[in-house]
């Protein structure tokens, strides 16, 4: 079965603080894994994708196949990223499946 | 960048009428869309994959002749909620699939349906 799971449907970290929001999946094939972000009254949108190994806005995401992971990083933390992240599989070419959610708060 | 809408951003309407929610695709064409469901506080449920010139795809539990999907155009898909009620009120997110780079889904903004 394909799932998803985040674990910490809530986080609050101070300012300048590191962040990691959790992300393990299930799936018996070769994964592509993401990360989405839905800032306050807005759609969602990706943040950043496995494949491309890429930082955005500060953030990196490693996959570890040993242990199922996809974690998001920041190593300080801003307010403006306080939002909604969601991890999401591809199993194919087609659809997502997505995680629980994290809500991400960073405190002044 | 890649745009989608939704329209309309928000409805509300009497048990038991039907509703109907339109997709696009802006600036590219989309030979596949995807319509969600979002409960409160909850993730975004897969409920259909919609192709363009052909019959959607639903995923398990999801009543076909309840969400009636139409995508007849490369630029719209529709979805149509029928005999509305209150259980259904949720937000509906679509997105489009963006043929090139990486097939990246593009999300639209939602449409809060409120079945009285």
């Known amino acids: 079965a394909q799932r998803v799971t985040q674990p910490e449907k809530l986080l609050s970290v101070f300012k300048g603080a590191p962040v990691e929001l959790k992300c393990n999946y299930s799936y018996s094939g070769s994964p592509e894994l993401f990360w989405y972000v839905q800032y306050s009254r807005q759609r969602l949108q990706l943040l950043l994708r496995h494949i491309s190994r890429e930082s955005i806005k500060g953030f990196t995401a490693d996959l570890n196949k040993g242990e199922t992971s996809f974690h998001l990083k920041k190593p300080f933390a801003q307010e403006e990223d306080s939002a909604m992240y969601y991890c999401?599989?591809?199993?194919?070419?087609?659809?997502?499946?997505f995680g629980q959610g994290t809500r991400l708060t960073i405190n002044p | 960048g890649a745009v989608v809408s939704q329209h309309p951003s928000w409805v509300i309407c009497k048990s038991g009428t039907s509703v109907k929610i339109e997709c696009r695709s802006l600036d590219f064409q989309a030979t596949t869309m995807f319509w969600y469901r979002q409960f409160p506080k909850q993730s975004l449920m897969l409920m259909a994959t919609s192709n363009e010139g052909s019959k959607a795809t639903y995923e398990q539990g999801v009543e076909k002749d309840k969400f009636l999907i139409n995508h007849a155009s490369l630029t719209l898909s529709t979805l149509t909620v029928t005999s509305a009620h209150p259980e259904d009120s949720s937000f509906y997110i679509c997105?489009?699939?963006?043929?090139?780079?990486?097939?990246?889904?593009?999300f639209g903004p939602g449409t809060r349906l409120t079945v009285l």
């Open positions: 999401a599989l591809r199993p194919g070419a087609q659809k997502l499946v």
């Open positions: 997105s489009a699939r963006e043929p090139s780079g990486g097939y990246e889904q593009f």
